[in-house]
């Protein structure tokens, strides 16, 4: 089957180079035509100092459209993604563009308007979608074995440097934009629909003397149901933090942490357990549950690049479609307001 021919426009997000790594793993399904980073701040941080980025074929923004990919990974400053992913569609350019989806809706919504226009993709950079231990959650939702589910909770957190802190004092809502958007995404997807209401409570906790939002939190109203949504950049051992629970009148699942690294490899694997009405039985005051043990991932964005190279060649519509992202993007705004 033909390649796809891709490229890769901006290095400044902090999943630039992984995702790139990804594809390049993959010559028989990608054809890498090069890369182009137009900021010059940008270029001479990640760029020059790159022996990675430094072997691929290096051009400008000009030269790279000018190559007529198929598609391109929009990996720049999140900020300025939104234009690189305009500039692509209007090329007849598919897009993977990552997360999040900017700060301008309408923006986003012009580019989803004019993609879905075109038959063009345009799939998000959520990788965690893809975690088998999601995946799972997923699949027991929609088989029944939770019930209705009334309850998200899903906790981002790090414990970022005071530098890496305030380089995000430009987002809106600071850590709950760069990284909390997972959470909210959770939330949607497990949720199965949109909150009456978005309750925001970002707070800047001036730890290290930095002055940026890196306590999130948003409460998520259904009015028979409430969500929570956490993102905090201050956490000791947030990372092993990192946690997704889900409760439904017949189940609950807790995944924590959400992915580790297993010891020796590029392998990931999520710790999943799941309590059950059957299993807990009579016996609601002593802890019952069952651990589920899951085949390890390959690497953290493999079956979302695989996915993104069905649904290019047109072998699978996108789950997650046009509507779905931007319903989306407006809850992660939502999310991100500061009261």
């Not at 209007?90 to 700060?103: C, F, Q, T, Y």
């Not at 409430?226 to 995944?255: D, Y």
């Not at 997650?320 to 999310?335: C, P």
Request: hydrophobic fraction near 40%; aromatic fraction near 10%; charge should be negative.
């Amino acid at each position: 089957m033909k390649k796809i021919r891709i490229g890769h426009l901006g290095v400044a997000h902090d999943h630039s180079q992984p995702v790139l790594e990804c594809v390049l793993k993959y010559p028989d399904i990608f054809e890498f035509v090069g890369l182009a980073e137009p900021n010059p701040k940008y270029y001479a941080e990640k760029v020059e100092n790159s022996k990675f980025y430094r072997s691929l074929p290096i051009m400008s923004v000009e030269e790279l459209i000018a190559q007529k990919p198929d598609a391109m990974l929009v990996e720049g400053y999140e900020l300025d993604n939104l234009d690189a992913a305009l500039l692509c569609i209007e090329n007849g350019i598919h897009v993977h563009l990552d997360k999040p989806a900017g700060a301008d809706l309408e923006k986003f919504k012009r580019i989803l308007d004019l993609a879905k226009a075109k038959g063009l993709a345009v799939q998000l950079g959520y990788m965690y979608r893809y975690n088998h231990a999601v995946q799972y959650c997923r699949d027991r939702i929609a088989d029944g074995t939770l019930g209705e589910i009334y309850q998200v909770d899903a906790f981002m957190d790090t414990c970022h440097a005071p530098d890496k802190r305030m380089w995000m004092k430009d987002f809106p809502g600071g850590d709950m934009f760069f990284l909390g958007c997972h959470m909210v995404d959770f939330i949607y997807l497990m949720m199965g629909r949109a909150p009456k209401k978005v309750y925001p409570f970002n707070r800047r906790t001036h730890i290290d003397g930095t002055d940026t939002v890196d306590h999130g939190c948003a409460v998520f109203d259904y009015g028979n149901a409430v969500s929570t949504a956490r993102a905090t950049s201050t956490q000791v051992n947030g990372f092993g933090r990192r946690q997704l629970v889900v409760c439904g009148t017949r189940g609950t699942i807790e995944i924590k942490p959400l992915e580790s690294k297993i010891p020796g490899t590029d392998a990931l694997q999520s710790k999943l357990w799941i309590s059950t009405k059957e299993l807990v039985g009579k016996d609601i005051y002593n802890d019952h549950y069952r651990k589920i043990e899951l085949e390890p991932m390959i690497g953290r964005y493999d079956d979302m690049m695989l996915e993104f190279a069905k649904i290019v060649r047109g072998e699978m519509e996108n789950p997650f479609d046009y509507d779905y992202e931007y319903e989306l993007q407006k809850l992660v705004l939502a999310a991100c307001a500061e009261d």
